[in-house]
């Protein structure tokens, strides 16, 4: 089947899409989108987040057929052309990336939190990154990183 949908902000057709075949397969393999990654391809580790209509969704568990018509956005979509969004900054700058697997799912999940909660405690910021697993950094770069970029959005706590 051909799907038609909004990419960062442009208009993208993927032909042949088998009926079984995920977003984050269609993004990765059919769109030249790499940056979302597939850890775990059941909705357990949050690395394939992606906004679709504005929400935060697994894209290995959604189906390519479901996204006809609808507007998503990935990790490379936040970014300004070369300049990275100040989430993605705040992840280099306090040395929140090792592997990356992770990151780009965390990325995109922390920068719904700080739209939706521009001061967000630690507490806060761990309920919101439950579902986003990390196995190198123990989280603790992940909050600093959180709290950095929040600090440069202007949420000082
Ligand atoms: S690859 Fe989608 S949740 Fe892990
Ligand atoms: S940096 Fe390796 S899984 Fe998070």
């Known amino acids: 089947m051909r799907v038609r949908c909004t990419v960062n902000g442009e208009e993208r057709v993927a032909d042949d ?4 075949e995920s977003l984050l397969y269609v993004l990765r393999e ?3 989108l790499p940056g979302s990654k597939n850890a775990c391809e059941q909705g ?7 906004y679709l209509d504005g929400v935060p969704v ?3 568990l ?3 057929g479901q996204v006809e018509g609808r507007t998503v956005v990935t990790v490379e979509g936040l970014a300004d052309g070369d300049l990275l969004h100040p989430v993605q900054q705040a992840f280099l700058d306090a040395g929140a990336v ?12 922390v920068h719904d939190l700080l739209q ?3 001061r967000p405690s630690d507490p806060d910021v761990r309920e919101a990154l439950a579902g986003n697993l990390c196995r190198c950094t ?7 990183a959180v709290r950095l970029a929040a600090l440069r959005a202007g949420g000082d706590r």
């Open 30 to 32: 059919r769109l030249g």
């Open 138 to 144: 123990g989280y603790e770069k992940i909050l600093e």
């Open 98 to 109: 090792q592997c990356g697997f992770c990151t780009p799912g965390l990325v995109v999940a």
């Open 116 to 118: 939706r909660h521009p």
């Open 44 to 50: 357990e580790c949050g690395s394939c987040t992606v």
């Open 58 to 60: 697994c894209a290995c």
């Open 62 to 64: 959604v189906a390519a």
């Open 17 to 20: 899409v088998w009926a079984g």
